[in-house]
């Protein structure tokens, strides 16, 4: 046992031990493992909240969940006491991280950066209490080194450590360029650590380079070193690809309480775990049960509720869980339609209703999902792509199990 679990009383170890539990939950690597347990025992005995560290490029996303599997982590976190280090790269954001990227990334200019950092703030909010949270720039320590500070920090790691990246090295492999300031990046994010003597870091898998820079600065600069703590990327609601906003296979966090749901209710049978663990406020033991369900359905119908609960109530929750109720289960028209205000010619043809109304984006999409049988007018199927459609007042048009608009003339 470490030398500060040998310091606790059976009540704090089992505190240590709860708290381990939580935090280790779906957490794809914990890098070491037995320091995350001492970490947590140094925080009771000193009576100090750990350093959880977030870094940020702000690249001004719409949040959805995928974002907040490492959101939840944070929140886990912030819920037992710790310190939230939410570090907004203004510096580091005006280079680019390299990251999966098989060019150099566009460098952001000021006013780009604090533009996109007010957008993680109002989003991140849907999640983490931001006024507990101590957010730093980190140009606050970067802009000041002059260049022989940079050549000492560029000192402390080899270029051999830096092509073993796998960007880096599949970009070598090609005889694709690397500009020297790339390999600046995870250097500065390292010193980030350093500066504010970070205890763990949070991030994807695909930030699994740039957390171990952090640690490895940390002891070239005699620190403790951090713990890294890598959380798993989530697929979307297809099952296949990563959740992204470009592959439409996404749930954000802004959506309407029923479109959230219904999205839940689609993801395959397989991955219900894996959302349960990643995306909810459920304990290990409700995520436990759930996963254990016998009908998989009543598992999802558990994350969906969940899901609207943390970013719309309650009340929402259970009402986007009796509207999927009626209308997916008992084939009731929802309640709630949108209306929509027509004012073209009275007779249109369906692909071009369909785009015009934005239930789908393109005529292409538009006809792949006629003729894949997913569109319907007042729940009569078209299976003609090229139909002509005469509009009248209240008609509605259905594209999916989820999409519904009605025409108002």
């Excluded at 002059?146 to 599949?170: P, Q």
């Excluded at 558990?302 to 609960?309: A, D, E, N, T, Y």
């Amino acid at each position: 046992m470490s030398t500060f679990m040998e310091q606790l009383s059976d009540e704090q170890i089992k505190e240590v031990q709860r708290q381990v539990d939580i935090y280790s939950q779906g957490a794809q690597e914990i890098i070491p493992t037995e320091e995350l347990e001492n970490k947590v025992a140094k925080s009771i005995v000193e009576g100090r909240p750990l350093k959880i560290k977030l870094g940020l490029d702000p690249s001004a996303p719409d949040v959805h969940l995928g974002h907040t599997v490492v959101l939840n982590k944070m929140r886990q976190f912030q819920e037992n006491g710790h310190t939230i280090q939410l570090i907004i790269g203004d510096f580091t954001g005006k280079i680019g991280d390299p990251t999966g990227k098989s060019i150099a990334r566009k460098q952001l200019t000021n006013e780009e950066v604090m533009q996109n950092a007010k957008t993680y703030f109002d989003q991140f909010g849907k999640v983490i209490d931001m006024e507990k949270v101590e957010l730093h720039y980190n140009s606050k320590w970067l802009d000041p080194l002059h260049f022989e500070d940079v050549i000492n920090l560029a000192g402390k790691v080899t270029v051999a450590r830096l092509l073993e990246r796998d960007d880096f090295e599949e970009r070598m492999a090609f005889s694709k360029p690397i500009s020297l300031h790339e390999f600046f990046y995870p250097v500065m994010q390292g010193y980030d650590s350093v500066t504010l003597e970070s205890d763990i870091e949070l991030g994807g898998t695909d930030q699994h380079f740039n957390i171990l820079m952090g640690r490895h600065f940390q002891e070239r600069y005699d620190k403790e070193p951090q713990v890294a703590m890598l959380m798993p990327l989530l697929e979307g609601v297809d099952g296949v690809e990563k959740m992204s906003k470009s592959k439409n296979n996404y749930i954000g966090i802004y959506e309407s309480p029923n479109e959230m749901y219904g999205k839940a209710m689609s993801i395959p049978d397989e991955l219900i775990s894996k959302y349960l663990e990643l995306v909810t406020d459920l304990s290990p033991e409700q995520v436990q049960i759930a996963s254990g369900e016998q009908n998989p359905r009543d598992a999802k119908m558990l994350l969906g509720k969940s899901i609207v609960r943390m970013y719309h109530g309650m009340e929402a929750a259970e009402q986007a869980e009796q509207n999927f109720i009626s209308v997916f289960q008992k084939g009731k028209m929802p309640d709630d339609i949108p209306e929509f205000k027509w004012e073209g010619d009275k007779e249109v043809s369906i692909v071009d209703l369909l785009v015009h109304l934005k239930l789908l984006t393109s005529k292409s999409e538009a006809r792949r999902m006629i003729e894949n049988k997913g569109v319907k007018i007042d729940e009569k199927r078209i299976e003609d792509t090229n139909q002509q459609i005469i509009l009248t007042n209240d008609l509605i048009v259905q594209v999916g199990k989820r999409k519904f608009v009605k025409i108002k003339i």
